[in-house]
Antibody, heavy 120, light 110 residues
Framework: QVQLVESGGGVVQPGASHSLSCAAS????????MHWVRQAPGKGLEWVAV????????YYADSVKGRFIISRDNSNNIVFLQMNSLRVEDTAVYLCAKGTSHYYYGLDVWGQGTTVTVSS | QSPLTQPASVSGSPGQSITISCIAT?????????FSWCQHHPGKAPKLLIYDDTKRPSGVSVRFSASYSGSTASLTISGLQSEDEADYYC??????????FGGGTKLTVL
């Protein structure tokens, strides 16, 4: 059974850095692209970033490009999201998601998310 | 504002069918490919309903179907049930190597 469990949420100040983790199990993690998605309060889902199975390729939404870094540890089945220069508008529930077997098909299983609040 | 436009809300009575559209507007992201649809009950993990425009993952009810024509993807839910009340999102892979979600549609089962 596929499981994705996010952790690391909390309250952070604007301009600060913060890191999230997502522990994965139940599938061939090292052969699967992984995504981060977020949902701001009262808003819809927003795709944030993807990392290829080998970790060599990463892509980001324009809203976070240059500030967020996605990475992974295939030995321990964990994907990370390093968030820098945080803004109030980054306040959201952050969900990690597993990529489909065909890379371009996108996301097929999501976690329940961890909440990040950016506030002074 | 998302380049994938969905109606903010739709509603239907139990047993009826509804269709949610997802219209791709032009953007710097290029073309939109491989549309997917997911169901999201607030506070729970989203669930994939459709991938590659029209394909249903195993375990997803046949009541959920999808189509794609031109620049519009559509999700149809037939035989509406109370548990279908949720938010629905389309998403697509773009020529810019990023994914985008539509703004989401809130389905109310009357």
């Amino acid at each position: 059974q596929v499981q994705l469990v996010e952790s690391g949420g909390g309250v952070v100040q604007p301009g600060a850095s913060h890191s999230l983790s997502c522990a994965a199990s139940g599938f061939a993690f090292a052969y699967t692209a992984m995504h981060w998605v977020r949902q701001a309060p009262g808003k819809g889902l927003e795709w944030v970033a993807v990392i290829s199975s080998d970790g060599y390729n990463t892509y980001y939404a324009d809203s976070v490009k240059g500030r967020f870094i996605i990475s992974r540890d295939n030995s321990n089945n964990i994907v990370f999201l390093q968030m820098n220069s945080l803004r109030v508008e980054d306040t959201a529930v952050y969900l990690c998601a597993k990529g489909t077997s065909h890379y371009y098909y996108g996301l097929d299983v999501w976690g329940q998310g961890t909440t990040v609040t950016v506030s002074s | 504002q998302s380049p994938l436009t969905q109606p903010a809300s739709v509603s239907g009575s139990p047993g009826q069918s509804i269709t949610i559209s997802c219209i791709a507007t032009s953007s710097d992201l290029g073309h939109y490919n491989y549309f997917s649809w997911c169901q999201h009950h607030p506070g729970k993990a989203p669930k994939l309903l459709i991938y590659d425009d029209t394909k249903r993952p195993s375990g997803v009810s046949v009541r959920f179907s999808a189509s794609y024509s031109g620049s519009t993807a559509s999700l149809t839910i037939s035989g509406l049930q109370s548990e279908d009340e949720a938010d629905y999102y389309c998403s697509s892979f773009t020529d810019a190597n990023v994914w985008v979600f539509g703004g989401g549609t809130k389905l109310t089962v009357l």
